[in-house]
């Protein structure tokens, strides 16, 4: 290959890039169309217990679907870490993260290693995923009490923990 060659696929590379990244980190028009509590979700704890997802409505649930394998989901992870350490003690908010196409065993050593805290879910079959419409991780639902979705993040969190913080305090004060 010569150099002009390596400078055009460079140059493809790049706007491949530019484009992938403007699409998955753009805000959907109507967020609306997702109702993530009409219909029950089941989700199982790192000790298979189960959860519904509907039986969290009254609460605000901060969604994360996410994956060890996921370099922007490591990115986020301390953000996650702190929401659930700030507000976990607050009974109108849950926190739930959901491992995405991930071996739990996998998920929960990179946990330990890095001693996060927050509970982290599975999604048997992906249904979770389907309801949400999840297109790819790290992807990010904030649901207020009434079971509206509020918020939609795909990609990583684009604000740190403590203005997620005070979006979520914002919620539950509502």
Request: hydrophobic letters at 40%.
């Amino acid at each position: 290959m010569n150099f002009r060659t390596i400078i055009l696929l460079i140059i493809l590379l790049s706007g491949i890039t530019i484009v992938f990244y403007i699409t998955r980190h753009e805000k959907p028009s109507d967020i609306t169309e997702i109702k993530p509590l009409t219909s029950d979700t089941e989700l199982y704890d790192i000790n298979e217990n189960k959860l519904m997802l509907a039986e969290l409505k009254g609460s605000v649930i901060f969604i994360n679907f996410w994956a060890s394998w996921c370099p922007p989901c490591i990115d986020e992870m301390p953000i996650i870490e702190q929401v659930s350490r700030n507000l976990s003690g607050n009974s109108k908010f849950k926190l739930v993260t959901i491992l995405y196409r991930e071996d739990k065993e996998k998920a929960l050593r990179y946990l330990k290693e890095n001693n996060y805290t927050f509970p982290v879910y599975t999604d048997p079959g992906g249904s979770a995923a389907r309801k949400f419409g999840v297109t790819g991780v790290p992807e990010t639902y904030i649901i207020d009490k009434k079971g509206d979705l509020r918020e939609r993040v795909i990609g990583p969190l684009g604000w740190d923990s403590a203005q997620t913080i005070e979006i979520c305090r914002k919620l539950i004060n509502e």
